[in-house]
Nanobody
Framework: QVQLVESGGGLVQAGGSLRLSCAAS????????MGWFRQAPGKEREFVVG????????YYVDSVEGRFTISRDNAKNTVYLQMNSLKPEDTAVYYC???????????????????WGQGTQVTVSS
């Protein structure tokens, strides 16, 4: 079992920044690729960004590339999401997820992730 706990969400004005953290416990963190997903009201959960087990590969959806940055610290069992230039359309509950395997490729389908956090709310006001 892997337990994931997100933190860092909140209310911010458009153009502002937030940094989300996801702390993992329970298993060897470096055995997992990590992803951030988000779900807005009335919409399906969508992939936002992922990072492989070593941090050598990342993948961003077009809507956040250049504004969001994912990173991980395997010594601290934590993955981060730095979000800059936030827009109202970034408003959602953000979830981190863990996918078992030391793969280079980033998984982007929710069903391919094994563990999920409880989510943290990000609200961007216009």
């Amino acid at each position: 079992q892997v337990q994931l706990v997100e933190s860092g969400g909140g209310l911010v004005q458009a153009g502002g920044s937030l940094r989300l953290s996801c702390a993992a416990s329970g298993r060897t963190f470096s055995n997992y690729g990590m992803g951030w997903f988000r779900q807005a009201p009335g919409k399906e959960r969508e992939f936002v960004v992922g990072i492989n087990w070593s941090g050598s590969n990342t993948y961003y959806v077009d809507s956040v590339e250049g504004r969001f940055t994912i990173s991980r610290d395997n010594a601290k069992n934590t993955v981060y999401l730095q979000m800059n230039s936030l827009k109202p359309e970034d408003t959602a509950v953000y979830y981190c997820a863990a996918a078992l395997g030391r793969y280079y490729r980033i998984k982007r389908v929710p069903q391919n992730y094994d563990y999920w956090g409880q989510g943290t709310q990000v609200t961007v006001s216009s």
